[in-house]
Nanobody
Framework: QVQLVESGGGLVQAGGSLRLSCVVS????MAWFRQAPGNDREIVAA????????YYADSVKDRFTISRDNAKNTVYLQMNSVNPEDTAVYYC?????????????????WGQGTQVTVSS
């Protein structure tokens, strides 16, 4: 059974930084999604199984960085210059694909989510 465990969420002031981590039991293409109250779950960033390719939503491009350490089975999301619109529950997800997967339907395995709150 695939297990994903997120950590690193919390309260941060606007303009600050936060790093999320996700430990996954296996080798998968990975992504971070987020869901704010009343909104659909949306992709934030994705990374290929090797880590050589990545994708970012326009709303986070140049502010967030997705990376992975395959030796530690861990994926990270470095969040810089955060703003109140980044407030959401952030989910780590795993796909059986090798390359980048942008569609939510490509992800079969999900973490429990971690809350990120950005104060103004």
């Amino acid at each position: 059974q695939v297990q994903l465990v997120e950590s690193g969420g919390g309260l941060v002031q606007a303009g600050g930084s936060l790093r999320l981590s996700c430990v996954v039991s296996g080798a998968y293409a990975m992504a971070w999604f987020r869901q704010a109250p009343g909104n659909d779950r949306e992709i934030v960033a994705a990374i290929s199984r090797s880590g050589s390719n990545s994708y970012y939503a326009d709303s986070v491009k140049d502010r967030f960085t997705i990376s992975r350490d395959n030796a530690k089975n861990t994926v990270y999301l470095q969040m810089n210059s955060v703003n109140p619109e980044d407030t959401a529950v952030y989910y780590c997800a795993a796909s059986d694909r090798i390359g980048i997967a942008q569609l939510i339907t490509s992800y079969a395995y999900w973490g429990q989510g971690t809350q990120v709150t950005v104060s103004s």
